[in-house]
C-alpha cells in the first residue's frame, strides 16, 4: 500500500474535526472520504481517482516503511488490519498542520481505515482483502461437520456496495475465517485477507 503508485480509499473516524493549515487551510471532518496516491515519494488527495488535487502533495514520512501523509497528517499504515494510526512520530510531525486540534490524547489511536477502491480490487498481482465489518453471526445457518451428505446454502442479497459471505470454525477468531467478497467487479474467496480464488 505504500509502494509508488499505489492508490486506495482512506476513510477517517475520528472523534472530532481536525483543522488547520496545509498549503492552504485543511479540514478533516470524522467520516471523511478521500482517495490517495503515492507518486514519486509524495501523497496526493482527490475526491475520486481521476481527480487528485496536485497541491495536497505531501512528503512527510515519505521513505519510512508503512507511513502516509494526508493533507499534512502523518499516519503509521498496518498491512494485516488496514487501520491508519497517529504514532508519537507522526503527531510531533502533523502537529505543525494542526496546531490546535491535534492533541495528545489521540497518540496510539485508530484515526482512519484504508479500502482498495471495488473496481480495482481484483485487478491487483496481489490480492489483499480487507475484513468485512459490523458482521452479526446466525446459528439458524449453521452447518453440521458431522453431516457427510453436505449442505447447500441459497440465500438473496441486494447491496450498493460490497457483499461478504463469511464462514468461520470459530467466529470470534478472524484466522479461521473464510469470506466471499461479492461486488459488481468481481468475485473472490479469502481466508485470512489472502485471496484463494477468484
Given at each position: 500500500m505504500t509502494e509508488d503508485e499505489a492508490h486506495f480509499v482512506v476513510i477517517f473516524n475520528t472523534r472530532k474535526e481536525l483543522s488547520g493549515s496545509f498549503n492552504g487551510p485543511v479540514k478533516i471532518s470524522p467520516h471523511t472520504k478521500k482517495y490517495a496516491r503515492l507518486y514519486d515519494g509524495e501523497w496526493f488527495v482527490g475526491e475520486s481517482l481521476d481527480r487528485m488535487d496536485l497541491v495536497t502533495g505531501c512528503n512527510e514520512g515519505s521513505g519510512k516503511p508503512n507511513k502516509i501523509c494526508i493533507l499534512g497528517l502523518v499516519l503509521t499504515y498496518s498491512a494485516h488490519s488496514g487501520f491508519l494510526t497517529i504514532e508519537k512520530e507522526d503527531f510531533?510531525?502533523?502537529?505543525?498542520?494542526?496546531?490546535?486540534?491535534?492533541?495528545?490524547?489521540?497518540?496510539?489511536?485508530?484515526?482512519?481505515h484504508v479500502e482498495w477502491p471495488s473496481d480495482h480490487i481484483f485487478q491487483l498481482e496481489k490480492v489483499i482483502g480487507y475484513l468485512p465489518c459490523n458482521v452479526k453471526w446466525s446459528?439458524?445457518?449453521?452447518?453440521?461437520?458431522?453431516?457427510?451428505?453436505?449442505?447447500?446454502?441459497?440465500?438473496?442479497?441486494?447491496?450498493k456496495g460490497t457483499i461478504f459471505?463469511?464462514?468461520?470454525?470459530?467466529?470470534?477468531?478472524?484466522?479461521?475465517?473464510?469470506?466471499?467478497?461479492?461486488?459488481?467487479?468481481?468475485?473472490g474467496i479469502f481466508k485470512v485477507s489472502i485471496l484463494s480464488d477468484n
Open positions: 510531533n510531525v502533523s502537529k505543525k498542520t494542526f496546531p490546535i486540534s491535534l492533541t495528545t490524547d489521540m497518540i496510539g489511536s485508530l484515526i482512519a446459528n439458524v445457518l449453521r452447518f453440521d461437520p458431522s453431516n457427510q451428505e453436505g449442505k447447500c446454502l441459497h440465500f438473496s442479497a441486494s447491496s459471505v463469511i464462514f468461520a470454525a470459530v467466529p470470534n477468531n478472524k484466522d479461521t475465517w473464510y469470506y466471499i467478497q461479492i461486488s459488481p467487479y468481481g468475485v
